[in-house]
């Protein structure tokens, strides 16, 4: 989707363009822009879109980070996220 103009683009940063999905484990086959941390969590595996290079992954991530990429699939093994979608 293309974006047309600066709203269309405010409401994409805001999370309020696509879909939203809150989840506690593994998230396949999805089209995040973002990821949101709510509390400190794991990340166990992600895939990235036009990414190389091994997906596993064993990292803790801090309460309030996000990950602005072209994410396609993530596992956590604990902790809570937030999912944005085109």
Not at 27 to 44: E, L, P, R
Not at 76 to 81: R, W
Request: proline share 1%.
């Amino acid at each position: 989707m293309a974006i047309k103009n600066t709203v269309d683009l405010l409401h994409e940063q805001l999370g309020k363009k696509g879909d939203c999905v809150i989840f506690t484990g593994a998230q396949a086959s999805v089209n995040f822009y973002a990821v949101h941390f709510v509390t400190q969590s794991v990340i166990s595996a992600i895939t990235v879109a036009n990414g190389t290079g091994d997906s596993s992954l064993h990292t803790t991530i801090p309460a309030g980070t996000v990950l602005f990429m072209n994410i396609t699939a993530i596992t956590i093994t604990s902790g809570v996220a937030v999912g944005y979608s085109n």
